[in-house]
């Protein structure tokens, strides 16, 4: 399998400190601990040598798009170093499922009942439990996968009752033509009202605002490892 990936490795140093830099402030501006905050640095279509540099300045969680670009460049990292994690926040198709859950420590996109019902399949199968997250589509965007809001509730349950799924917390992606603070505000209240402690939400663009509102795992790509190709 050839890796679906760009050349680009304009990774420096400093850009993985800065990111830091900027999560200390916004903790501490939010009064919240830094340990609440895990980075995740989304690495979709960059290739091994754009990543090894970004693991060797210490960062340990990394989030991919796609189970098949990850099936290409992970396995080798893993074996290369140790205590990596990987988080699957693209979408999932349900004939991935296997795949997903030998691979991933995380699913930031349990969206509909045949997902759930693969997931839980897989997951009895191979006695592993990622940590899984709802993805919310706090826009109502046609074109954008996740759970509408006033479904949340009810789909939240059905994971838990109906497919025996531990549910760990929810994900949104904003619309890009919107603040980001009212569908993060939504994703934590609908969290909250259902007793979920995680809270996936903001990018690059807006990770400091997503932690004023309770983000609990920030996915932050291009303050990292520079603009895709």
Known sequence: MTEHTTAVTSHSPNALAA???EIVRAC????????????IAVSKTFASDAIVPVIESGQRVFGENRVQEAKAKWPA?????GGLKLHLIGPLQSNKA????????AIHSVDRPSICQALAKEIEAQKK????????NTGEEPQKAGVAPQDADAFIAACRDKYGLEISGLMCIPPVNEAPAPHFALT????????LKHLSMGMSAD???AIQFGATHIRVGSAIFGHRG
Request: charge should be positive.
């Open 19 to 21: 990111v830091e830099e």
């Open 28 to 39: 501490k501006e939010a009064r919240r601990e830094r340990a609440s905050v895990t980075l």
């Open 77 to 81: 990292l893993m074996a290369a170093y």
């Open 98 to 105: 296997k795949e997903a859950v030998a691979l991933f420590d």
């Open 129 to 136: 439990r990622p940590q899984l997250f709802v993805q919310i």
């Open 188 to 195: 934590a209240k609908i969290a909250a009202r259902n007793g």
């Open 207 to 209: 990770y400091a605002i």
